[in-house]
């Protein structure tokens, strides 16, 4: 808290898709308390952070939202909690190498990519996103938005859904991809605000275009990205919904 009037001033100067350096000071004194990574309870040995259980950490993510920018400062913010989770949990070495550690580092950011404008993507199985194999690659075509961050500088990987089978089963369909933001054919697109507000790295739209990763960048196997959705998006709608209460409760009930 006593540090919000630096993050606003040095927000005003480096412009809502960059990076205030009042938080490295403030990361630095999280890791040193061990206040680090707190959301992940499958954390490997190894890795930085304290994992607690979902039960354990609801209540701090409550008291973090009393404070717009303290989740980033525990290395606790959405969208990078959930794409950490799956990251760690259904990734490659090579993906969680190049890409979850720097993560669980607080060096970079991510962004997850699975509303889409032409389907009510709510119900995840409407999404329309094409991930189609070619050889040793996928090649992604689609557009999404509310891609929290995307825009931000230190927004480095995205993690795309979209649909491998589209004659499968309704609910095995869709797969989960990461596609590095300096991809070829990865293009920012409109910016839609919430609720009138405008949030440090947007909510744009991303559009893909011939879109070329690797096999390997799939997460999980064909077919499991409506399972994994769940894994991500369950423990993330009670870290949203208690930070929702710390912004509510606490920051009204302290003026």
Request: with cysteine; glycine share 10%.
């Amino acid at each position: 808290m006593p540090n919000e009037e630096t993050y606003n001033a040095q927000l005003s100067e480096v412009g809502l898709d960059g990076y205030p350096p009042v938080l490295d000071k403030l990361k630095a004194a999280a890791q040193e308390r061990g206040l680090w990574n707190l959301f992940l309870p499958h954390l490997r040995p190894g890795n930085p952070g304290t994992p607690l259980s979902n039960l354990d950490y609801a209540p701090i993510s409550e008291m973090l939202g009393k404070v717009s920018f303290a989740s980033e400062v525990l290395n606790c913010n959405a969208p990078d909690t959930g794409n950490m989770e799956i990251l760690n949990l259904y990734g490659s070495d090579e993906i969680k190498a190049r890409w979850l550690e720097p993560l669980l580092a607080g060096e970079i950011r991510s962004a997850f990519c699975m509303t889409e404008p032409d389907s009510a993507s709510s119900d995840a199985t409407n999404i329309a996103l094409s991930i189609d194999r070619d050889g040793d690659e996928y090649v992604l075509n689609g557009r999404k938005w509310f891609s929290s961050g995307a825009r931000a500088e230190r927004c480095k990987v995205f993690i795309v859904m979209g649909k491998t089978n589209p004659s499968a089963s309704r609910h095995l369909q869709q797969s989960m991809i990461v596609v590095p933001k300096e991809t070829p054919g990865v293009e920012l697109g409109l910016d839609p605000h919430v609720f009138g507000y405008v949030d440090r790295g947007g909510h744009p739209e991303v559009i893909y275009r011939n879109v070329r990763v690797p096999v390997g960048n799939l997460l999980g196997d064909e077919g499991s990205g409506f399972a994994l959705s769940q894994a991500r998006l369950g423990p993330g709608r009670i870290h949203h919904c208690m930070r929702s209460i710390g912004v509510a409760n606490g920051r009204w009930s302290s003026w």
